[in-house]
T-cell receptor, first 117, second 115 residues
């Protein structure tokens, strides 16, 4: 089974500063990778995903992530943080279910982003 | 197109009771997955249904069960509730979930509190 590690359970930045949320995965095969965001009392919303092709993936709300196979990483960045970006962010890998032909998402523990005025 | 809906949004139960949660997927989606989210364990896969059949199950006890109807709506049942079952239960839908690149769309969740 694959696993996902998010370094830093809590990241705090100032408004206008760079946002960097780290994600490393373990996979023996090329992975499908996702970033989701969860606002308080809401479900998960897809920010972006990597499947194949270009390793720099652009998502919604100005976020982007770069797939680096050599580093087994998929870090999420945004050049300038807004107050509205305060939320919890989850990195996930699409994990083939053992003995099956379909997939489930395996999530990291999440990173809570705080944006200070 | 309407998103994934879950009912109820909040639920309070006592130990030993049972509970049923409902999920309506996005129109046309046939795969419905359930996840449990807790502060300690994070997001964990419960099970996935496709065309009224449970295709896969996560590592949860048999007290957790579910079903899917012909219109793809799904229900999840937890019997003999324990305090540790307090969690946010999230439902996600997708077209088929046979390609790992498919996006799963999540509902707002049902927050269950067991007293």
């Amino acid at each position: 089974a694959q696993s996902v590690t998010q370094l830093g359970s809590h990241v705090s930045v100032s408004e206008g500063a760079l946002v960097l949320l780290r994600c490393n995965y373990s996979s023996s095969v090329p992975p499908y990778l996702f970033w989701y965001v969860q606002y308080p009392n809401q479900g998960l919303q897809l920010l972006l995903k990597y499947t194949t092709g270009a390793t720099l993936v652009k998502g919604i709300n100005g976020f982007e992530a770069e797939f680096k196979k050599s580093e087994t990483s998929f870090h999420l960045t945004k050049p300038s943080a807004h107050m509205s970006d305060a939320a919890e962010y989850f990195c996930a890998v699409s994990d083939r279910i053992s003995g099956g032909s379909n997939y489930k998402l395996t999530f990291g523990k999440g990173t809570l982003l705080t944006v200070n005025p | 197109k309407a998103g994934v809906t879950q009912t109820p949004r909040y639920l309070i139960k006592t130990r030993g009771q049972q509970v049923t949660l409902s999920c309506s997927p996005i129109s046309g989606h046939r795969s419905v997955s359930w996840y449990q989210q807790t502060p300690g364990q994070g997001l964990q896969f419960l099970f996935e249904y496709f065309s009224e059949t449970q295709r896969n199950k996560g590592n949860f006890p048999g007290r957790f069960s579910g079903r899917q109807f012909s219109n793809s709506r799904s229900e999840m049942n937890v019997s003999t509730l324990e305090l540790g079952d307090s969690a946010l239960y999230l439902c996600a839908s997708s077209w088929e979930q046979v390609r790992g690149s498919e996006t799963q769309y999540f509902g707002p969740g049902t927050r269950l509190l067991v007293l």
